[in-house]
């Protein structure tokens, strides 16, 4: 595993990480059982990055009894919102979702806390005095967390908060991978010119770099015809090279220097350690 400096921050991280969204797996009375194999199976590939929120079912839950019984350190990354559902993103409500999970995590600490899908904030809740920044501001001067960081696919909003500096991190999610480069605009130059780590989720794009029919679905639900002849372009390019689709996903989106970790949402020891192969691979020329 290769590790990149996530921006300004002091922490050097895995290139691939764990999203916590699916690490339960498809089977309830499994849950526990294979967040822990899959966590434990991070620590002994190199991955030390894990990125989760409230939103994800169990996940804060599940991953902090996985914590507890894996050998390895990780740096932890949650989210405020949707905590509760009708959530109104101010400062003493990001305190109380913060505290939260840290009891769901049983950490004492959070290395990050991001705004959990920005649009849903908006501009002027997130800046106003008593705002959803002023409540991570808080939390960091009462050491809930080290960084504080932003997500979502709002790519206008997110340009513009990335461009303030007051953002340590971002997150963007199915706006940029092999076929699609919507974050590329304005978002990642924006996150460069101040210096912040960056995470791609979704770098699958549900499943349209894998094969079958999700592949064919996900496809068909690519938002133009562009996008859909750069798939095929790039398809051409990486398959009659070895290795899998998804680790060529992976491997595409590392060779950009402004990205700091692709961020795996895998849902089984197979699928972590497929695409956890991709750090080493040679960079698509």
């Known amino acids: 595993m290769n590790y990149r400096m996530l921006g300004r921050t002091a922490l050097q991280i895995s290139e691939v990480s764990l999203g916590g969204a699916y690490l339960m797996g ?15 199976r991070a620590a002994e590939l190199g ?71 920005v649009n849903m904030a908006g501009w002027d809740r997130i800046m ?40 340590d991190t971002l997150l963007v999610y199915h706006d940029y991978h092999p076929c699609s480069q919507k974050a590329a605009v304005a978002v990642l130059p924006a996150a460069a010119t101040q210096n912040m780590g960056v995470v791609i989720g979704t770098p699958l794009a549900g499943g349209l770099y894998t094969s079958g029919p ?25 398959e009659q090279l070895p290795g899998s689709l998804p680790q060529h996903a992976f491997r595409t989106i590392l060779a950009d220097p402004r990205v700091s970790t692709v961020s795996s949402g895998a849902a089984s020891v197979a699928e972590l350690e497929e695409v956890a192969a991709a750090s080493a691979m040679e960079v698509l020329a």
């Open 128 to 167: 106003e005095p008593g705002g959803t920044l002023a409540g991570l501001r808080a939390a960091q001067q009462q050491g809930l967390c080290d960084y504080i960081g932003i997500t979502g696919r709002a790519i206008p909003l997110l340009a513009q908060l990335a461009a303030t500096g007051e953002f």
């Open 26 to 40: 498809s089977d309830p009375e499994r849950y526990v059982e294979n967040t822990t194999q899959v966590v434990q």
């Open 47 to 117: 991955v030390n990055y894990i990125d989760t929120a409230p939103l994800y079912g169990k996940s804060e839950i599940l991953l902090g009894e996985a914590l507890a019984a894996t050998k390895g350190q990780f740096y932890i990354a949650t989210k405020v919102g949707y905590d509760p559902v009708d959530f109104d993103y101010r400062r003493d409500s990001v305190l109380g979702s913060l505290e939260r999970s840290l009891q769901r995590l049983g950490v004492d600490k959070l290395n990050i806390a991001q705004i959990h899908e």
């Open 214 to 238: 999700r592949q064919a679905e996900a496809l068909a639900n690519l938002e133009s015809e562009t996008e859909r002849q750069a798939f095929w372009q790039w398809l051409r390019r990486v």
